[in-house]
């Protein structure tokens, strides 16, 4: 059987190039010079900046219900966002292209609605009268037959194939569907023009109150007041709520209604319990998490990589584009305003068998870090943190890498910040809550990463924790490691511990010409264009280094932060960590899961137990966390 009439998009298979769809609307302002008072074709003008303004209301509805930190407590449903339905929402914006060719029609047909006044008080009244006497119960009655076998099968499922509501749900339907809800929206506009009282100012309040009230009633947060219905209970039939509206998604024989759920009591169709689980909805349930990965910025850029500023660009690999060019003074005045103000803050979270896994970032950026000042304030940020977590219930914490470290552009030695997690450990000796550095699946990672049959390596940042426990497990492997440093002590401290027989394999290096014939570089400390020189061609990079190294050879290869893939189990998983694949967490991330998944009872702090690197890869293998 083929697809139902207008079931599907016809720019379905255009992707962005679908917005040339608004090519000549807009060709045609810019030839008439639409923007200027006296030009005929203003309203094309207008026309595109009510549906710019659509777009946006939909956006920042988007915005604030990703706001976890404002709104985690009032959700609705629990469960995350995942990719898949990211993915299936990506075209939300669909009906904006529909609807204003329909406009735009009607303005070609009727030139006098391209002659409106600015306002008529009168035309407010007769719109409102019609939404109440033909939109709204017109709405109900289309809902309720889209709701019936055949066309929600063909039409409406596609609406309700998502589980958790958004903003964005609100425009994920059927071409028929917003057809509908378009000559809908356009009959209370018609008949105040019809009468003589239309106006570019009605046009405006009316839709974007309809935009709003659409995407409000699909933002999965409780807004309203508990106790405002049981003040003006008449309210109850006059506005719908968030829960109001998720009911009907959850179990789609109820609350059918437009905005008014008067028209559900007269049709026998609202739910009993709506305004008890509004309600309790609005009290709010702050969950505890079991998991709390503590991560970090990187910069003012990557702070636009997150769901609460655009869902759809968080959903992917980080990577520097131009259309957040114009946002970076927005976001540059944000990191003011969070290292002023701000205490770390839940960004995102997942479901992992079961338990409830957060991201929570501390309100510094990567320059931070480079700031000797700044040392105190971070440590204080991530310690009160940690104690927040232990009285939350956590189980475990684990420190993303700038968070344990200062970071490793200019210092060999690379864990003055606080030790690897040391500090707060040895402050709070009582902590039932694990700290967890997750260097030993790092140095698993970048250790199971080296090709068999490997005889040499050369190291940079070979005498940080992390370099430390890479360079005793490789020698022990005979594998000989020419350690990068200009401390023959710090050197001579890491050579002591490996066993007798294997203390030959590692060597001191204090220049990077040593290197010259060697094809594996193992990088924990930046490395210039200069310095990279000294590579010879086919060399590949493994990297530790934070932040990464730039590639400048093409005939040398470079490889990624060590990352891990999260289990196949993972539930609600919808944005990337910073350039890494869907799914694929940074190696401390993933540390930090397999302690807690094997319930281990010490915190993972300070230096690197190497005898325990393959006991945790196994760990990790076991649990399902796969490398990249």
């Known amino acids: 059987m083929g697809a139902a009439f207008l079931s599907s998009w016809p720019w379905d298979n255009l992707g962005i190039f679908k917005y040339v769809l608004y090519g000549p609307l807009v060709g045609k302002a810019l030839a008439s010079r639409a923007w200027e008072p006296a030009s005929p074709d203003r309203w094309l003008c207008l026309l595109l900046a009510l549906f710019a303004l659509r777009a946006f209301t939909y956006q920042l509805w988007s915005s604030y219900s990703n706001m976890l930190f404002l709104t985690r407590r009032r959700r609705i449903v629990r469960d995350g966002v995942d990719f898949e339905q990211i993915d299936k929402e990506w075209d939300w914006d669909n009906f904006l292209i529909l609807q204003i060719m329909m406009a735009a029609t009607a303005l070609y047909a009727f030139p006098s609605l391209r002659h409106l006044p600015g306002w008529n008080t009168g035309g407010l009244a007769v719109a ?7 939109t709204e119960p017109l709405f109900y009655a289309a809902h309720r037959a889209f709701h019936g076998a055949h066309l929600f099968a063909r039409y409406h499922a596609l609406h309700h194939s998502n589980k958790v509501p958004t903003p964005f749900t609100a425009g994920f339907a059927t071409p028929l569907e917003h057809l509908v809800l378009g000559l809908l929206m356009a009959l209370p506009l018609a008949g ?5 009282l239309g106006s570019v100012g009605l046009a405006f309040a009316y839709v974007l109150s309809f935009d709003f009230l659409r995407a409000m009633g699909h933002c999965n947060v409780e807004l309203f007041p508990g106790g405002l219905f049981r003040s003006l209970p008449f309210l109850r039939y006059l506005i719908y709520t968030p829960t109001y509206h998720t009911i009907h998604h959850t179990g789609k ?28 909805n609005r009290a709010g349930m702050d969950e ?11 910069d003012v850029m990557q702070s636009m990589h997150v769901p609460f500023v655009m869902r759809t660009f968080a959903s992917t690999p980080f990577a520097v584009r131009a259309f957040l060019l114009p946002l970076w003074p927005i976001a540059l005045l944000f990191m003011f305003m969070v290292w002023a103000w701000s205490k770390t803050f839940i960004i995102s979270y997942y479901h992992l068998r079961g338990k409830l896994h957060q991201i929570w970032a501390v309100p ?7 700031l000797p000042f700044a040392k105190d304030g ?17 189980k475990v914490v684990s420190l993303a890498a700038l968070n344990k470290v200062y970071s490793s552009l200019h210092s060999d030695e690379n864990e003055a910040l606080n030790g690897g997690g040391t500090l707060f450990v040895n402050k709070h000796p009582d902590l039932r809550v694990r700290v967890v550095h997750g260097n030993t699946l790092t140095a698993a990672v970048i250790l199971n990463e080296i090709p068999k049959g490997t005889t040499e390596v050369f190291m940079t940042g070979a005498t940080s924790k992390l370099g430390r426990a890479i360079a005793l497990y490789l020698c022990r492997k005979k594998i000989r490691v020419m350690m990068m440093t200009l401390s023959t002590e710090r ?36 490395l210039s264009p200069r310095e990279q020189r000294w590579a010879s061609p086919g060399t590949h990079f493994h990297q530790f280094v934070v932040p990464p190294i730039l590639g400048f050879r093409r005939d040398c290869t470079y490889g990624k932060l060590a990352a891990m893939r999260l289990p196949k189990d993972a539930r609600g998983l919808g944005s990337c960590e910073f350039s890494l694949e869907r799914g694929v967490v940074h190696a401390c991330h993933a540390g930090g899961v397999v302690h807690f998944l094997e319930g281990y009872a010490h915190h993972e702090v300070g230096a690197i137990d190497v005898d325990r690197i393959d006991v945790v890869w196994e760990a990790a293998l076991k649990h399902g966390i796969r490398p990249v």
């Not at 104690?387 to 219930?393: C, I, P, Q």
């Open 128 to 134: 409102a009268l019609l939404h109440v006497a033909a």
């Open 192 to 196: 105040a023009c019809a009468a003589g």
């Open 253 to 280: 024989k109820a609350n059918f209604c437009l905005f008014m759920p008067l028209f559900d009591r007269l049709g026998g169709t609202l739910d009993p319990e709506s305004w008890e689980l509004q309600r309790k």
């Open 288 to 298: 505890a998490p079991d998991f709390v990965f503590l991560a970090h910025v990187v």
């Open 364 to 370: 510094r950026y990567g320059f931070h870090y480079f």
């Open 378 to 394: 971070i440590n204080d940020q991530i310690e009160l943190a940690i104690l927040r977590a232990e009285r939350m219930g956590v």
């Open 491 to 526: 050197f001579q401290k890491i050579q002591k511990e490996a066993a007798a027989e294997d203390q030959q394999y590692l060597v001191q290096v204090t220049k990077f010409q040593s290197a010259e014939q060697c094809k594996t570089w193992i990088v924990g400390k930046w």
